[in-house]
Each structure stands twice: as C-alpha cells, then as structure tokens.
C-alpha cells in the first residue's frame, strides 16, 4: 500500500472527529428550544452533556485497548452505527431521564470510538509531520461548529428539534459508515528497518508501568484541567451571548466563529509543535485560552464576541491534537491507544464538569458569571501542571 494512503487516513480521521464531536456538541444548540418545548431544566438537559463526557471517557479508554489489539477499522465501524442509533433514539424520548440516558450514555460511547482510535492511527502512518498530521484529523472538532452546528440551527427554525436531532442522526450513518470503509492500518516496516522502528516506535513501557510513570500522571492532569477550563464557556457560549441580548443565528455564529478558529489554531500549532516541540507550544496556548475565558465577563456586543471567540477558538483548538502527540513520544506507538485512550478518559471527566456547572450556575444565580471566573482559575491550574512535564524517558528505556 502506498505511504500516501496516510493522507486518506486523515481525510477520513478528520471526516469522523467532525460529525461525531459535532453531532454530540450540537446539544448546545438545541438546549434553549427544549427548554422552551419540554420544561425540563437547563441543568438537567445540561447533564446530558456530562454524562457524555464521562461515557465518552471510559469508552475512549475501551476503544483505545480495542484497537490496540484488533485494528481501528472495527472500533470506528461501531462507533459509526452506534452514533446514528443513539441521536435517533434521543429524538423520540418523552421524558428527561430517558433522554440523558440515550443522548448521555450512548452517543458518549460512540463519540468515544473515533478520537482517541483515529489520533493513535495517525501517529502511526506518520513519521515526519507528525503534529501536522495529528493536527489535521483534530481539525474536524474544528469544522463541527460550522458545518454540524448551523445545520441543526437551521434544522429546529424550519422544523422542531426532534427532527433535527433524527436527520443528524440519519446523516451521522450516511456520513461515517462510508468513511469507516476506507481506515486502513499503516504497512507493516521492512524486515532490515525493524530494528530502528523499534527503538523509535516502543520505550519498553508496559501499559501498567506507563499508568503509573510520571509522565502519564502530568500529561493526564494538564489534559484534566485544560478541558474543565474551557468545556463550559464552550457549551454555555450560545446562552450566554443570547444573554447579553445578541439575536440566537448570530449567537450561533460566534459558536461557529469558534470553531473556524479552532481549524486554523490546530494547524497553526500543529506546525509550531513540529518545529519548537510540543511542551512549549502547549504551555503558551493554555496561557492565552485562561485570560481569553476570563476576558468574556468584559464584553456584550457582537463584535466583542467574534474577536475573542478568535482567539479562544484557536488556542483550545490548537492545544488539543499536542496531547496525543506528547503521549506517542513518551510512550510509543505499541501501547499508545490504551494510554492515550486512558488520557483521554480523565480529560473527558474535566470536560464534564463545565456544561453542568454552567447550567447550575445559570439556574442558582441567572447569570454566567461564575462560571467563567472559575473556568479561568482552572486554566490557570493547567498551565502551573504544564510547566512540571518531566523529561522524556526514550532515552533510559531503550535498550543498551
């Protein structure tokens, strides 16, 4: 198979990250009109969300010691019928509970097989360009907010938000399935190159061993803190401009002004990364996004939105894909979807407590306030764990 497959692989990495994040990110488009349709609180159709987080952080940890030993084809093909079940489900529930069941638990566990799976197949077809290429399939958590977000916007003016959660669901098979088709695993190395990969691809690190090494200890909670940060001034951001009286398509907008940001953060730092490393990229981007959160209690205008979603867009978008780049160099390509599955499970538990946190503090005190005071402090606790990124250990553990 030609090595230039790999860029098929992005394509379809990117094609995946995209309508699977997107699709379970949409809740924050539809939970001003459930509310209005259903009465069910904000907290509660909030919950949802957390409990998509945390789903999605377990199942991320399980796909990611799936595909370690089976493939990524079988883990993103589930993940595919699984995503278009759950979202059709989810429209036709009755009741609060029964929706946070479905849209909660199972589009979490299928958002979970793609990330994590198509991020560890990508560092494996690359060896050059490798935070490029990680930055790429990243990239279509970026394209999500302008393509997936408008879309059910427009869905629930010209119909409700039950069909607009149905044709999501619908096109997510429409859509993944076929792209599913086209994952393939890199090409096995030649015989006289097996050596040098070797040492390159494997630090001699069991899975229990890297569970418990310093540097799975830091990354994970640098990854913790940097998504409890952003996760609920991400979730919450339409509501909230909708609050300081900006009209619900432009509050979308600004969603969706974040998202393109995101696209052009990843590449941006994707780039930088190759060039300067990771760590010092990270550190830097977690800087600009604790100031950025903090700097939206200053503003409620449109023009003030888009700048700072701009600038919030693209640096939580352009730090994300460093984390998995990070782990392929601490911890190698043999075990690295369990462990990056693993990393992502804890940053999927920060992330879950943004969305519900906003909505209990919208419901306690009718304002945002404290949660992006919080999310700020968080940030800050991210870039403090981020400056502690011990050394890597490639060279004590290869062999003599």
């Known amino acids: ?51 998509n987080f945390l789903v999605m952080g377990l199942g991320g940890f399980a796909w990611g010691a799936i595909y370690d030993r089976y493939g990524a084809r079988i883990v993103v093909m589930t993940g595919a019928l699984l995503l278009g079940l759950a979202l059709v489900l989810a429209s036709r529930t009755g009741s609060l509970l029964v929706f946070q069941i479905t849209y909660g638990v199972l589009v979490g566990l299928a958002a979970s097989a793609f990330f994590a799976p198509m991020i560890a197949l990508t560092t494996a077809w690359f060896d050059k360009n490798r935070s490029l290429a990680v930055s790429l399939v990243s990239a279509g958590m970026g394209v999500a907010p302008m393509t997936i977000s408008p879309f059910a916007r427009w869905l629930i003016s010209a119909y409700d938000w039950r069909t607009a959660m149905l044709v999501i669901g619908v096109a997510a098979w429409a859509l993944l399935v076929p792209a599913a088709l086209l994952v393939r695993q890199p090409p096995k190395p030649a015989v006289d190159d097996a050596t040098s990969d070797l ?14 090494s310093p540097q799975f200890i830091v990354l994970a909670l640098t990854f913790f803190a940097c998504c409890a940060a952003h996760s609920g001034p991400i979730f919450h951001m339409v509501s909230y401009a909708m609050l300081c009286g900006i009209a619900p398509m432009a509050a979308v907008s600004i969603y969706s002004i974040e998202g393109l940001a995101g696209l052009g953060g990843r590449l941006l730092y994707g780039v930088l990364a190759d060039r300067l490393g990771g760590k010092p990229v990270l550190i830097t981007g977690l800087a600009i996004q604790s100031v950025v959160i903090a700097a939206y209690l200053a503003v409620s205008e449109l023009g003030q939105f888009y700048t700072l979603a701009v600038i919030f867009g693209a640096t939580y978008g352009g730090v994300m894909p460093l984390y998995a780049v990070l782990a392929r160099e601490y911890f190698g390509q043999r075990i690295l979807g369990t462990v990056f599955g693993a990393v992502t499970m804890l940053s999927s538990i920060g992330m879950a407590f943004g969305p519900l946190a906003g909505g209990m503090v919208f419901d306690a005190y009718a304002s945002y306030s404290w949660l992006f005071i919080g999310s700020a402090l968080v940030g800050l606790g991210a870039v403090a764990v981020a400056i502690a990124f011990p050394r890597l250990p490639r060279s004590e553990l290869q062999p003599a």
Not at 20 to 39: H, N, Q
Not at 200 to 211: H, P
């Open 1 to 51: 198979m030609s090595l230039s497959y790999r860029w098929v692989i992005v394509a379809a990495g990117a094609m995946m990250t995209c309508v699977a994040l997107g699709a379970m990110f949409s809740l924050a488009i539809f939970l001003e009109p459930m509310t209005l349709d259903t009465d069910w609180s904000r907290a509660g159709i909030s919950s949802a969300m957390t409990l």
């Open 199 to 212: 040492a390159a691809n494997d630090t001699g690190m069991s899975v229990r061993q890297a569970l418990r």
